[in-house]
């Protein structure tokens, strides 16, 4: 029997569940403590974080220990997805308004976006481990929104499974991350287009790894007469085309499933191939709700093979 | 009738005995240091305390459950079920 807490942080929705029901408050606790740590790293909506601290200085000493790492994690899902996933696409974001958190965002304006391309500025960004040091490119703006996230899941089970001694599944808005002995079963993981409102998609069962979704259909706001979403491709600085209303994608870990989950969504047709090559077990829900399934993910059980659009 | 050796036949064979009685306790001792730099290298490192370390970028994830044949999982593909999930992925 698994027991389970859900609570807020970091702008989304944070639900861990445990294999063990008396570890559940330590884990809640030290789940909450990391997520603290992970706000006051890297929020980009925090003045006081230190992410904020070096978008505004273009350089930092000795700054949080947490910003560095999930900075050198997010440079290393750039360089292995080939800049399909980018962090320095803060000037962008800003750009199409996604400038607060995004419960502040306001759902519809007139005015209209302003594109501002990305221009590859995370290969000459300087992490320097030694003295904790940060310099970015003249007028980047970081934005580790795509991979802190799954980061912080997978340190965060790794952690209580080690620490409590049980099996673990921390869910961040959709990025999962599994350690420790999953139940019997496995955890049923239902990927669908929205995490805050699971109707459509499939209940997958998974035992270890990563499991996250990236979809162009959750967060959305309207400037103008466009809808806009935070995907970025990076080339135009802009909202990815709807060729996927969402891709999952399975992984050894949740970094590598969200740094495939969103390199899916800006590569569109060619992603399903992308994710093949890579043998990346993934599910691709097309704009009109036609499913592609890629290397080994499982079929659907009893459904049709389309989702309603 | 005993025939006594010759005494120089009879410290050369001593001298054999001598070296491969060497040899044996060399081959011991070489044997016993070996297996112990095996045990020490193959040995996991100890644990770590509790102290927040975010320099790690390895997850060092404990083993995740094995299959029903006792093998680990070769990797972390989903597999298909039906019911109510424990929890959703979705965009956010």
Same mark, same amino acid.
């Given at each position: 029997?698994?027991?389970?807490?859900?609570?807020?942080?970091?702008?989304?929705t944070?639900?861990?569940?445990?294999?063990?029901p008396?570890a559940?408050?330590?884990?809640?606790?030290?789940?909450?403590?990391l997520?603290?740590?992970?706000?006051?790293?890297?929020?980009?909506?925090?003045?006081?974080?230190?992410?904020?601290?070096?978008n505004?200085a273009?350089?930092?000493?000795a700054?949080?220990?947490?910003?560095?790492?999930?900075?050198?994690?997010?440079?290393?899902?750039?360089?292995?997805?080939?800049g399909?996933?980018?962090?320095?696409?803060?000037n962008?974001?800003?750009?199409?308004?996604?400038?607060?958190?995004?419960?502040?965002?306001?759902?519809?304006?007139?005015?209209?976006?302003t594109?501002?391309?990305?221009g590859?500025?995370?290969r000459?960004?300087?992490?320097?481990?030694?003295?904790?040091s940060?310099?970015?490119?003249?007028?980047?703006?970081?934005?580790l929104g795509a991979?802190?996230?799954?980061? /912080? /899941?997978?340190?965060?089970?790794a952690?209580?499974?080690?620490?409590?001694?049980?099996?673990?599944?921390?869910?961040?808005?959709?990025?999962?991350?599994?350690a420790?002995?999953?139940?019997?079963?496995?955890?049923k993981?239902?990927?669908?287009?929205?995490?805050?409102?699971?109707?459509d998609?499939?209940?997958?069962?998974?035992?270890?790894?990563?499991?996250?979704?990236?979809?162009?259909?959750?967060r959305t706001?309207?400037?103008?007469?466009?809808?806009?979403?935070?995907?970025?491709?990076?080339a135009?600085?802009?909202?990815v085309?709807?060729?996927?209303?969402?891709?999952?994608?399975? /992984?050894?870990?949740?970094?590598?499933?969200?740094?495939?989950?969103?390199?899916?969504?800006?590569?569109?047709e060619?992603?399903?191939?992308w994710? /093949?090559?890579?043998d990346?077990?993934?599910?691709?829900?097309?704009?009109?709700?036609?499913?592609?399934?890629?290397a080994?993910?499982?079929?659907?059980?009893?459904?049709?093979?389309?989702?309603?659009? | 009738?005993?025939?006594q050796l010759?005494?120089?036949?009879?410290?050369?064979?001593?001298?054999?005995v001598?070296?491969?009685?060497?040899?044996?306790?060399?081959?011991?001792?070489?044997?016993?240091?070996?297996?112990?730099?095996?045990?020490?290298?193959?040995a996991?490192?100890?644990?770590?305390?509790?102290?927040?370390?975010?320099?790690?970028?390895?997850?060092?994830?404990?083993?995740?459950?094995?299959?029903?044949?006792?093998k680990?999982?070769?990797?972390?593909?989903?597999?298909?079920?039906?019911?109510?999930?424990?929890?959703?992925?979705?965009?956010?």
């Amino acid at each position: 029997m698994s027991a389970g807490a859900t609570f807020s942080a970091i702008g989304t929705t944070a639900h861990l569940l445990v294999t063990e029901p008396s570890a559940l408050p330590e884990a809640e606790h030290l789940l909450r403590e990391l997520l603290a740590d992970l706000d006051a790293a890297c929020s980009r909506f925090r003045p006081d974080s230190a992410l904020s601290l070096v978008n505004r200085a273009g350089h930092a000493a000795a700054t949080h220990p947490m910003l560095l790492t999930a900075l050198e994690v997010a440079l290393r899902a750039a360089e292995d997805s080939d800049g399909l996933v980018d962090p320095t696409l803060g000037n962008s974001m800003i750009a199409i308004g996604y400038d607060r958190s995004f419960a502040e965002v306001a759902p519809s304006t007139p005015r209209p976006v302003t594109a501002v391309p990305g221009g590859a500025a995370w290969r000459r960004i300087v992490v320097d481990r030694a003295t904790g040091s940060v310099s970015l490119p003249p007028g980047t703006q970081l934005d580790l929104g795509a991979t802190a996230k799954a980061w /912080a /899941a997978d340190i965060a089970a790794a952690r209580i499974a080690i620490q409590c001694g049980c099996g673990v599944l921390v869910n961040l808005g959709g990025d999962l991350s599994i350690a420790g002995t999953a139940p019997a079963s496995g955890w049923k993981v239902r990927v669908t287009a929205n995490h805050s409102v699971p109707s459509d998609g499939q209940v997958v069962a998974v035992r270890s790894g990563g499991l996250a979704t990236s979809s162009t259909t959750a967060r959305t706001w309207r400037r103008a007469d466009r809808v806009l979403h935070h995907v970025l491709d990076p080339a135009t600085g802009l909202p990815v085309r709807r060729v996927w209303r969402y891709a999952s994608v399975a /992984a050894p870990d949740c970094v590598t499933a969200n740094t495939a989950a969103t390199a899916a969504l800006v590569l569109g047709e060619r992603a399903a191939g992308w994710l /093949a090559r890579r043998d990346l077990a993934a599910r691709l829900v097309a704009a009109d709700g036609t499913v592609t399934t890629v290397a080994g993910w499982p079929d659907q059980p009893r459904t049709a093979a389309a989702e309603v659009a | 009738m005993v025939r006594q050796l010759h005494p120089t036949a009879r410290d050369a064979a001593l001298r054999r005995v001598s070296k491969i009685t060497t040899g044996i306790v060399v081959a011991s001792v070489a044997g016993t240091l070996g297996i112990g730099a095996g045990i020490a290298i193959a040995a996991p490192p100890p644990k770590q305390n509790n102290k927040t370390d975010y320099g790690s970028k390895s997850k060092n994830k404990p083993a995740s459950k094995p299959t029903k044949d006792g093998k680990a999982q070769p990797n972390d593909k989903p597999e298909s079920s039906v019911g109510d999930e424990d929890t959703t992925s979705g965009g956010s």
